[in-house]
């Protein structure tokens, strides 16, 4: 309770001024009659938000070290997030700015919480609000939040504000944010955000993301698109991979096919066909069991039937016996029944 209490007492001291002077309207002397963003409005200019105090910091220099030790920054987000909540989406513009540069934890969490709120209520005030901070640390974090809530509401608004960026890593990172909420919906969208950016392992992983996303609901579409764009050799290879993987458990055939005529023989051709089976089997055993005992005699395939019969076994204890013993002597059977027979318990 005592936590709770100083805790309530600490963001309370940050956000109460913005607070009151929603409610009251008063001013101390020589205090500005309205915010950077309500002086933007009234005069055409966006100007500065005022730096606000730390009271934060200020009321916990003065607290004993054992107190202080109590207010970290996870019980802090918990105390901010329903203040965050009881604000109105009228008060928001006025408690951004007064919390625009606080570079407290407390203030961070907070600030970022309702920037997300305005920019999913109001995403074009929220963006013009955010541009007036360019020179300031917090720029690149408040772009972010902007494009975070603003794609919950108007996902194509959103991306479209993102080209209008100056260039540089802000704009870079707002695109790759958008490109990924775009993924969960659009993924086509989301590769087509993905081309502009630049190449690096960001960008590449969200490829894989969206492609695997993709090939789930049009297989045909996905794979076409990779064999379309200019993309380096590996990059090719590692997307083709993620559909294969993606679709294996809806259409293990078509899956097989593709890691088998599409993906270079090798170790990463090797992961693939045991992703494959692993998934497959759980649908059509008897059709990934055919599968993979077309494998060439490898160690790939022993490992593929390792993983097979244990996910087959799981599913129906009698049925990969039955089709091990219908195999001719050889390898691939040999390596089953061991696979197999280390499933089965061990008597005492």
């Known amino acids: 309770m005592k936590r709770i209490t100083i805790l309530g007492l600490v963001i309370l001291s940050l956000v109460a001024p913005a607070l009151h002077r929603l409610a009251t309207g008063s001013r101390s002397k020589g205090e500005p009659a309205s915010t950077g963003l309500e002086r933007g409005r009234e005069t055409g200019q966006v100007a500065k938000a005022p730096k606000p105090s730390s009271?934060?910091?200020?009321?916990?220099?003065?607290?004993?070290?054992?107190?202080?030790?109590?207010?970290?920054?996870?019980?802090?987000?918990?105390?901010?997030?329903?203040?965050?909540?009881?604000?109105?989406?009228?008060?928001?513009?006025?408690?951004?700015?007064?919390?625009?540069?606080?570079?407290?934890?407390?203030?961070?969490?907070?600030r970022q919480r309702l920037i997300r709120r305005w920019a999913q209520a109001?995403?074009?005030?929220?963006?013009?609000?955010?541009?007036?901070?360019?020179?300031?640390?917090?720029?690149?974090?408040?772009?972010?939040?902007?494009?975070?809530?603003?794609?919950?509401?108007?996902?194509?608004?959103?991306?479209?504000?993102?080209?209008?960026?100056?260039?540089?890593?802000?704009?870079?990172?707002?695109?790759?944010?958008?490109?990924?909420?775009?993924?969960?919906?659009?993924?086509?969208?989301?590769?087509?955000v993905g081309v502009s950016l630049a190449s690096g392992r960001q960008r590449d992983d969200l490829f894989e993301l969206a492609i695997s996303q993709w090939s789930t609901g049009d297989f045909s579409a996905a794979v076409q698109w990779v064999n379309r764009e200019e993309l380096d050799a590996s990059l090719r290879q590692r997307l083709l991979a993620a559909i294969?993987?993606?679709?294996?458990?809806?259409?293990?055939?078509?899956?097989?096919?593709?890691?088998?005529?599409?993906?270079?023989?090798?170790?990463?051709?090797?992961?693939?066909?045991?992703?494959?089976?692993?998934?497959?089997?759980?649908?059509?055993?008897?059709?990934?069991?055919?599968?993979?005992?077309q494998f060439p005699d490898t160690a790939a395939r022993q490992t593929t039937t390792q993983n097979l019969v244990a996910f087959w076994a799981a599913q129906d204890g009698e049925a990969p016996a039955n089709w091990l013993q219908s195999l001719p002597e050889g390898t691939l059977r040999t390596a089953g029944m061991n696979a197999y027979a280390q499933l089965q318990p061990r008597t005492p």
């Open 55 to 110: 009271p934060e910091a200020a009321f916990e220099a003065g607290l004993p070290p054992t107190v202080q030790a109590e207010t970290d920054n996870d019980l802090r987000r918990e105390s901010s997030e329903p203040i965050g909540e009881s604000v109105s989406d009228a008060e928001l513009p006025s408690l951004c700015d007064s919390l625009a540069r606080d570079a407290s934890q407390a203030a961070t969490d907070l």
């Open 122 to 192: 109001d995403g074009p005030a929220a963006a013009a609000w955010a541009a007036q901070l360019w020179q300031e640390p917090t720029y690149a974090e408040t772009l972010n939040q902007v494009a975070l809530g603003w794609a919950g509401s108007d996902l194509a608004a959103a991306l479209d504000w993102a080209r209008t960026l100056p260039e540089g890593d802000s704009r870079e990172a707002v695109a790759l944010n958008l490109a990924y909420e775009a993924a969960r919906t659009n993924p086509a969208k989301a590769l087509e």
């Open 244 to 293: 294969a993987v993606a679709v294996a458990g809806q259409d293990g055939a078509a899956a097989a096919t593709l890691a088998a005529t599409a993906l270079t023989p090798g170790k990463e051709q090797d992961r693939v066909a045991v992703a494959i089976v692993q998934r497959w089997v759980q649908n059509e055993p008897e059709l990934a069991a055919a599968w993979v005992a």
